[in-house]
């Protein structure tokens, strides 16, 4: 199969194409894209008819900004709607050995239409894949992850992808639930961020509670709603009121200054979070100087996009962070994505392993 097949938000496809093509390009691999504006859907046609699966393995997801999900497949089109399941079984009888079925559609109005069908199909089909052994019975995690993604009631994408470099979300969203006493709904934003950026089995000393916090622009306080959440002892930087629930928890305290002249007192800060609306390069500016400082051990901030060419803004912007503390010497780990509960933005976490003392003593 010589297609990647990836899920975005609605209105980035432009977005998602520019950034498959730019890791294509760096392994050596040539293309074209097919996207339809508001579709929330890009596929990737590799000119050679192996490379597709070679780009799955070799460029890591978590690098993949704006794509949701990916697999490697083909387009199934003109199926016979009394029988779709002989169709997508024959399509998928030379596919490695999957451990688990997903049956999925766009994240679209038109999409949306399709869900109560996938839930129908997904019993008879996983029957008919278990019957020519091209799906397990019982749920492996290890094993390859068969998808099937409908864009028509008689047209679907079908393929795989591997269950350590993809999203293991169906759908590759989050079901979060918003909280009823959080002041914003920017809240769901970090608590994805946290979910995404901290594997699951260090949560427990990377998130926890007794930590210290800053939140730069918090007012009204919807991130440091998480940070209180998660037991943590927050100084929210902002020249606006605070939610006065937030401020009785007695684990926050507010300074009433400009977020980009606030700098703590102490190196003693665990997390960083930032959500201010300003230009990209300004915030990446003092995201810079805040981990090559070593006033935080950890960051998480947003980047407001322009309305075109963002994945050039995200690129520049990640470069940049990249270049100048690799220049000042600080180790450090560094990841972006478009989050499920972002908009015009994408949320970027700088982990700061080292810092060399004589940078900022």
Same mark, same amino acid.
């Given at each position: ?15 998602? =194409? ?9 392994? !050596?691999?040539? !293309?074209? &894209? ?13 000119? %050679? ?7 799955? @393995? ?5 690098? /993949? *900004?704006?794509? +949701?999900?990916?697999? &490697? ?29 997903? *049956? ?10 399709? %869900? ?11 029957? !008919? ?23 028509? %009631?008689?047209?679907?994408? &079908? ?16 079901? $979060?639930?918003?909280?009823?006493? =959080? ?22 000393? +990377? ?8 939140? #730069? ?48 007192? +102490? ?11 300003? @230009? ?5 500016? #003092? ?9 935080? @051990?950890?960051?998480?901030?947003? $980047? ?13 912007? /990640? ?5 100048? #503390? ?32 004589? &940078?900022? %003593?």
């Amino acid at each position: 199969m010589s297609c990647i097949v990836i899920y975005c938000r609605a209105g980035f496809e432009n977005d998602a =194409a520019a950034e498959i093509t730019h890791h294509a390009s760096q392994h !050596g691999v040539g !293309g074209y &894209v097919k996207a339809k504006p508001n579709s929330a859907l890009v596929v990737y046609h590799c000119y %050679s008819h192996d490379e597709a699966e070679y780009l799955l @393995k070799k460029i890591p997801f978590k690098d /993949m *900004v704006f794509a +949701r999900q990916w697999f &490697v497949g083909k387009q199934i089109a003109r199926m016979p709607i009394d029988d779709r399941v002989t169709s997508l079984c024959e399509a998928a009888k030379e596919f490695p050995l999957c451990g688990e079925l997903r *049956v999925e559609t766009c994240d679209t109005n038109d999409g949306k239409e399709f %869900s109560k069908f996938c839930k129908k199909i997904s019993t008879p089909l996983a029957k !008919g894949l278990e019957k020519q052994e091209t799906l397990l019975r019982q749920q492996v995690k290890n094993r390859p992850i068969l998808h099937v993604l409908f864009i028509a %009631s008689d047209t679907a994408y &079908v393929g795989y992808s591997f269950s350590f470099n993809n999203s293991a979300l169906y759908m590759g969203i989050p079901r $979060l639930r918003y909280p009823k006493d =959080a002041p914003s709904r920017s809240t769901l934003k970090l608590d994805e961020a946290f979910m995404v950026f901290v594997p699951e089995d260090e949560q427990e000393d +990377r998130v926890r509670s007794g930590m210290k916090a800053v939140d #730069l622009g918090a007012c009204p306080g919807g991130w440091t709603y998480q940070l209180v959440r998660r037991g943590m002892f927050v100084q929210a930087i902002d020249n606006g009121p605070m939610d006065q629930a937030l401020m009785e928890s007695g684990q926050v305290k507010h300074y009433r200054e400009d977020g980009f002249k606030f700098r703590p007192e +102490r190196r003693n800060i665990d997390w960083l979070v930032c959500d201010m609306v300003e @230009k990209p390069s300004r915030v990446t500016e #003092l995201m810079i100087d805040w981990a090559v400082n070593g006033f935080a @051990k950890e960051l998480i901030f947003n $980047l407001k996009l322009p309305m075109k060419k963002r994945f050039d803004c995200v690129y520049e912007n /990640m470069q940049r962070i990249d270049q100048e #503390l690799r220049e000042y010497g600080v180790k450090f780990n560094l990841q972006a994505k478009h989050l499920y509960h972002d908009r015009e933005e994408v949320t970027v976490h700088v982990q700061v392993l080292r810092v060399p003392q004589n &940078v900022y %003593s």
